[in-house]
């Protein structure tokens, strides 16, 4: 009678943890997201992309991460 | 003395003159009677002026206006580099309008003209990844690193349409790339971490959000992270002293304040 009460309890409690991984990892599931997309680069003048005034296409180039105007503020999800 | 006092204001007054004549006009004058040369003339004067009033409506948020102006530029065909710029300028216009099918649509025939305007690829993937469209973005941002592989912008957009597709493999060599050269930047350690942590690596991820932090302490976002890693790494009660900090820290962030609650919940107790 112990043994049956034991075995019912520990399938139970089995599948306890099994649910509770499940409902774990469902929210884990989308919850690390990656950070996010740059914001556009700004217009050009009719001179066009060539040439050292040209922002956006040396923000484009570079090799600076501030300079690329990628995003700084790590709590803008 | 009179004669010589006349002189020399003649003198003076003509230099004068002259000097004024040295400015030339804002457009040049037109020197043919050609119809096809006026049309030509009367063109290219209309496609600097709707690109300064397109740019002024930029300055002043009146996007609808903007593209209306770049819109125009583009239908008149102007030469090089005129017609890439005109719809690139278009193109923006219509990501703030939220027009995302059309803006993809005219960088990608700004790119047709000019095969390496890196702005106009950064932008492009940037509105498809706001469309949605991670092929495309995928096969721009591979472009554009081959193009430019020191570009901090290519490998971070790249690196992120990777991790939007599931390719963490590809997402960790340029986060990896982009913090060699850029060592304090947070947001790519904590990118480098979801790769890592993708990959199963959770030893080289716990060591990324850990620098993402060190950089920035309230990285919210990343202390998150740092509580799932741990998780997965068997430390249930140091994962949850991060899930609680992270609640502290997410106070902006509605959405990831709750699930860390709920993640901290759902762990027992010792």
């Not at chain 2, 986060?175 to 790769?195: C, E, M, R």
């Not at chain 2, 609680?244 to 509605?254: E, L």
């Amino acid at each position: 009678m112990l043994a049956a009460v034991l075995l019912a309890g520990s399938i139970f409690c089995g599948r306890f943890a099994v649910a509770q991984a499940a409902s774990l990892e469902t929210l884990l599931a989308g919850a690390l997201v990656p950070s996010s997309s740059p914001a556009l680069l700004g217009p050009i003048t009719s001179t066009g992309r060539t040439g050292w005034e040209c922002k956006p296409e040396r923000a484009a180039a570079s090799a600076s991460v501030h300079a690329a105007q990628l995003p700084d503020d790590p709590n803008i999800p | 003395m009179r004669v010589l006092l006349l002189a020399a204001l003649l003198v003076v007054s003509a230099e004068i003159r002259a000097a004024a004549q040295a400015y030339s006009p804002a457009t040049p004058v037109p020197r043919t009677t050609s119809a096809p040369a006026l049309r030509a003339y009367a063109i290219a004067r209309e496609v600097e002026e709707r690109f300064k009033l397109g740019l002024d409506a930029d300055a002043r948020g009146d996007w609808t206006a903007a593209a209306a102006e770049f819109a125009r530029v583009a239908a008149l065909r102007p030469p090089e580099p005129k017609g890439s710029t005109a719809l690139y300028d278009l193109a923006i216009a219509y990501a703030h309008l939220h027009r995302y099918d059309d803006a993809a649509r005219a960088l990608r025939a700004a790119l047709a003209l000019d095969h390496e305007f890196l702005a106009a690829m950064a932008n492009l993937i940037a509105v498809d990844l706001s469309r949605g469209d991670l092929q495309e973005a995928r096969a721009v941002a591979d472009r554009y690193v081959a193009l430019d592989p020191q570009s901090a912008r290519a490998l971070y957009s790249r690196g992120l349409v990777a991790l939007h597709a599931g390719d963490a493999a590809t997402a960790r060599d340029d986060f990896g790339k982009l913090l060699h050269t850029n060592p304090s930047y947070a947001i790519a350690h904590y990118d480098l971490a979801l790769a890592e942590e993708r990959l199963g690596n959770y030893d080289a991820a716990e060591r990324e959000l850990r620098a993402a932090l060190e950089l920035a302490p309230a990285y919210a976002r990343a202390r998150f992270a740092l509580g799932v890693v741990l998780l997965r790494e068997g430390h249930h009660g140091a994962a949850r002293d991060e899930f609680s900090r992270a609640m502290a820290d997410a106070s902006a962030d509605p959405a990831l304040k709750n699930v860390a609650a709920a993640m901290r919940d759902a762990i027992k107790g010792p």
